[in-house]
Structures are given as structure tokens and as C-alpha cells.
């Protein structure tokens, strides 16, 4: 079978690995890699028996790259979504990302009014959270005739429970260290990152977990987007020793991108520790991660106190993808089929904006997410 698709895959790291192989499940599309490291980007494309270029964000050639495709995942650091959105633009391909840690989707949402101009749709934030969270926001919306408040909740285990590093260390060390943003009584709210902490029961094998407020785009968007809500809160969940490791790196200054002297020259302790963690040896054995993104949404329904409840499960996959990159990638890999199907409107939308939620969810379950949706209300379910 022909490709009807061609979509190009922006990055070839742990994340766009992941999307390249969930595509490639797919006989009608055609994969281009694209990476500034040439090896990675090869190797990306064979496994997905795609195409691949030795391009990345900043050069020149990225937009005449970007325009042989229907659409674009963009599966980068999101400090470079902004850089990558203009190529996009430039080319004109339609475009989505994993997000970007509130501000920079703050700033992302400017850049509409030039997508609409020229006919070019854009979604932001399409991942796991944000990204399906965003989408069972609104699906509680529909559900329910009013939502008061959304807490949402993400918790992942490692089988063992050794130190791992489960998506980005640069995001990870920018959710430890930047003030969080909660949405509490109608205005947005700057708390200290790690704050908020609360004990969560998730479903096994999670179970019981400390989950804080991180810096994250929910906030951002949710808000504006969803009717009457009063309350938006976002915490995350990891591994303790992947939570404790992080605390240690940030409270050695590991964190900082400040250079300070060393008997060896001035160094940028975040550029040393980015060195160090490339270093580490690649896991050994299939996967054995699980994940778990909880959404509550309270409000009313037909008179009555009503909460919507939505949980997506995410486990290996038989690719051996872990269920951290599975439950990240599977999203983006969706939309950008949609994207490239001319399935969403011009403009940059965040994921509530931008896609049928409900119709989303069930593509989004026929790769293999658990979902699960229900409404209870007082008196009864």
C-alpha cells in the first residue's frame, strides 16, 4: 500500500523515537527523521522504515525540510517549540508539539493570529499531560452542565524502583526548580515548585504516592478554555528515587545554569550534569514501567453535585516501547495524522481547542490506552 502521509518527525531522541515506531504501525504513512545528529536520525528512520536528514532547529535548511511533509510532530526540548513553530510557519506543514511548560505555551498562543493568516494549523501541547489531560478536561465539560474544579494527577513507577531518567532531564530539572502555577478561586497563582504535596491512591501497581505541584501548561490553557472554572491544579507523581535523585541534583546546584569556577575553568553545572546523564548506559531488558493519568473534574449535573472522573492507563507496548514514551508519543503520533488529513482548523490551538475530544480518545484507545470515563453524581452514578 501507498503512503497517503508523509510526516516528518522533528527529533530523534527517547521521545521521537517512540512516535516514529507507534507511526510506522501505520501502511499509510511515510516517516522522515529529522535530527542534527545524522546516526540518530538514520537509525530512527530504519527502525520505522522511514527517510531521515541531518537537520535540526536553527538551521537554514529545516523549513525546505519541513515542507516535503503533510505534517510535523515536533518531539523536542520545549524551549525550542517557539523556533520550531516559525519553521512550520515558514513551510507552511501543519505542526504539533508535547508542550511547553506554561510560559513558553503562553507564548506559543501569541503566534496564532500569523497561523490563521496563513492557513496553517498548529496544536500544542499534545502529549500525555498536557495532551490527553486537556482532552478529558473537556469531555468533563460536555459531560457535565457545569465544572467548578479540575485536579489532575500523573503518577509512573519503575519495576525495581532504581534512579531513571523517564522524559526530558531539562524538563524535569525545570519542574524541580521553576515557581508552579495553580488556578485556585479564579485567579492564577505562582507556588513554590515541590508544593501542594498530597498522598494519591492510584491503581496498582502504582498504589499510594506523594504527588506536587510542577510548573505545567493545564494551567495555562484550561482556564480559558473551559466555562466557570473556579479551580485547576496539577501534580505530578514519580518514582521516589527518581523524586529524591532530582531533589538532590537541584539541591547540589546541579540545576543551574549560572557558570561557576571550577580548579579546571568556569563551567555551567547544567551543561555538566546534561554530559553526565548522556553517558548513562542504555536500560538492559524489556520495559517495565507503568504510568497512570488521573483527572477530576467536580461541578454540577441536572441540579446535582456531580464529579467526572477520567483515567488513562499506559503499559509496554509489544514495540518494547515503556509505557512513559507510549502514554507521551501515542498522542502526537495520532494528531499528526489528523493534522496531516486536514482534520484541524487553521490557527494554534491547545489540544481542548483543537480536536473532536471524544472522537480523539477512542483513536487514541485503539493504540492501546487504557481509558476509562465516568460521572457520578450525589445520591447516585
Given at each position: 500500500m501507498l503512503a497517503d502521509m508523509r510526516i516528518a518527525v522533528l527529533g530523534a531522541g527517547m521521545m521521537g523515537a517512540a512516535t516514529a515506531r507507534l507511526l510506522s504501525r501505520r501502511p499509510d504513512v511515510e516517516l522522515l527523521i529529522l535530527d542534527p545528529d545524522g546516526g540518530r536520525a538514520e537509525r530512527v528512520a530504519a527502525e520505522g522504515g522511514g527517510l531521515s536528514a541531518t537537520v535540526g532547529i536553527g538551521d537554514p535548511g529545516l523549513a525546505d525540510a519541513l515542507a516535503a511533509a503533510d505534517a510535523v510532530a515536533a518531539c523536542?526540548?520545549?524551549r525550542l517549540n517557539l523556533d520550531a513553530m516559525e519553521a512550520a510557519l515558514s513551510a507552511k506543514v501543519p505542526y504539533a508539539d508535547l508542550g511547553g511548560l506554561f510560559h513558553v505555551t503562553l507564548r506559543q498562543l501569541e503566534l496564532d493570529?500569523?497561523?490563521l493568516e496563513a492557513g496553517v494549523p498548529a496544536v500544542i501541547g499534545i502529549g500525555c499531560c498536557p495532551g490527553?489531560?486537556?482532552?478529558l478536561a473537556w469531555v468533563a465539560a460536555d459531560r457535565l452542565d457545569e465544572v467548578r474544579s479540575i485536579d489532575i494527577v500523573d503518577g509512573a513507577i519503575e519495576a525495581g524502583g532504581e534512579f531513571s531518567i523517564p522524559y526530558s532531564a531539562d524538563t524535569i530539572l525545570d519542574e524541580f526548580t521553576h515557581p508552579a502555577m495553580v488556578y485556585e478561586g479564579g485567579e492564577l497563582k505562582e507556588v513554590p515548585a515541590?508544593?501542594?504535596a498530597i498522598r494519591y491512591l492510584f491503581p496498582e501497581p502504582l498504589g499510594e504516592m506523594e504527588a506536587f505541584y510542577t510548573l505545567h501548561s493545564e494551567p495555562a490553557t484550561l482556564p480559558d478554555t473551559i466555562d466557570r472554572v473556579q479551580d485547576v491544579r496539577w501534580r505530578l507523581a514519580l518514582p521516589p528515587k527518581v523524586a529524591e535523585g532530582f531533589r538532590v541534583l537541584v539541591g547540589l546546584g546541579l540545576a543551574s545554569e549560572e557558570p561557576v569556577d571550577t580548579p579546571s575553568g568556569r563551567a555551567v553545572p547544567r551543561e555538566v550534569l546534561r554530559a553526565l546523564i548522556a553517558r548513562l548506559p542504555a536500560r538492559e531488558g524489556p520495559p517495565r514501567d507503568a504510568e497512570v493519568l488521573d483527572l477530576a473534574a467536580s461541578g454540577?449535573?441536572?441540579g446535582r453535585p456531580a464529579r467526572f472522573l477520567g483515567r488513562a492507563r499506559f503499559a509496554p507496548t509489544r514495540e518494547g516501547i515503556g509505557a512513559g514514551a507510549f502514554g507521551?508519543?501515542?498522542p502526537i503520533a495520532v494528531?499528526?495524522?489528523w493534522l496531516a488529513d486536514g482534520r484541524v482548523a487553521p490557527g494554534v490551538h491547545p489540544p481542548e481547542?483543537?480536536?473532536d475530544a471524544e472522537r480523539f480518545l477512542q483513536d487514541v484507545a485503539a493504540e492501546g490506552v487504557d481509558l476509562e470515563m465516568t460521572v457520578e453524581t450525589a445520591g447516585g452514578a
Amino acid at each position: 500500500m501507498l503512503a497517503d502521509m508523509r510526516i516528518a518527525v522533528l527529533g530523534a531522541g527517547m521521545m521521537g523515537a517512540a512516535t516514529a515506531r507507534l507511526l510506522s504501525r501505520r501502511p499509510d504513512v511515510e516517516l522522515l527523521i529529522l535530527d542534527p545528529d545524522g546516526g540518530r536520525a538514520e537509525r530512527v528512520a530504519a527502525e520505522g522504515g522511514g527517510l531521515s536528514a541531518t537537520v535540526g532547529i536553527g538551521d537554514p535548511g529545516l523549513a525546505d525540510a519541513l515542507a516535503a511533509a503533510d505534517a510535523v510532530a515536533a518531539c523536542i526540548p520545549y524551549r525550542l517549540n517557539l523556533d520550531a513553530m516559525e519553521a512550520a510557519l515558514s513551510a507552511k506543514v501543519p505542526y504539533a508539539d508535547l508542550g511547553g511548560l506554561f510560559h513558553v505555551t503562553l507564548r506559543q498562543l501569541e503566534l496564532d493570529s500569523r497561523f490563521l493568516e496563513a492557513g496553517v494549523p498548529a496544536v500544542i501541547g499534545i502529549g500525555c499531560c498536557p495532551g490527553i489531560s486537556n482532552l478529558l478536561a473537556w469531555v468533563a465539560a460536555d459531560r457535565l452542565d457545569e465544572v467548578r474544579s479540575i485536579d489532575i494527577v500523573d503518577g509512573a513507577i519503575e519495576a525495581g524502583g532504581e534512579f531513571s531518567i523517564p522524559y526530558s532531564a531539562d524538563t524535569i530539572l525545570d519542574e524541580f526548580t521553576h515557581p508552579a502555577m495553580v488556578y485556585e478561586g479564579g485567579e492564577l497563582k505562582e507556588v513554590p515548585a515541590g508544593s501542594g504535596a498530597i498522598r494519591y491512591l492510584f491503581p496498582e501497581p502504582l498504589g499510594e504516592m506523594e504527588a506536587f505541584y510542577t510548573l505545567h501548561s493545564e494551567p495555562a490553557t484550561l482556564p480559558d478554555t473551559i466555562d466557570r472554572v473556579q479551580d485547576v491544579r496539577w501534580r505530578l507523581a514519580l518514582p521516589p528515587k527518581v523524586a529524591e535523585g532530582f531533589r538532590v541534583l537541584v539541591g547540589l546546584g546541579l540545576a543551574s545554569e549560572e557558570p561557576v569556577d571550577t580548579p579546571s575553568g568556569r563551567a555551567v553545572p547544567r551543561e555538566v550534569l546534561r554530559a553526565l546523564i548522556a553517558r548513562l548506559p542504555a536500560r538492559e531488558g524489556p520495559p517495565r514501567d507503568a504510568e497512570v493519568l488521573d483527572l477530576a473534574a467536580s461541578g454540577m449535573l441536572d441540579g446535582r453535585p456531580a464529579r467526572f472522573l477520567g483515567r488513562a492507563r499506559f503499559a509496554p507496548t509489544r514495540e518494547g516501547i515503556g509505557a512513559g514514551a507510549f502514554g507521551t508519543s501515542i498522542p502526537i503520533a495520532v494528531a499528526a495524522r489528523w493534522l496531516a488529513d486536514g482534520r484541524v482548523a487553521p490557527g494554534v490551538h491547545p489540544p481542548e481547542h483543537a480536536f473532536d475530544a471524544e472522537r480523539f480518545l477512542q483513536d487514541v484507545a485503539a493504540e492501546g490506552v487504557d481509558l476509562e470515563m465516568t460521572v457520578e453524581t450525589a445520591g447516585g452514578a
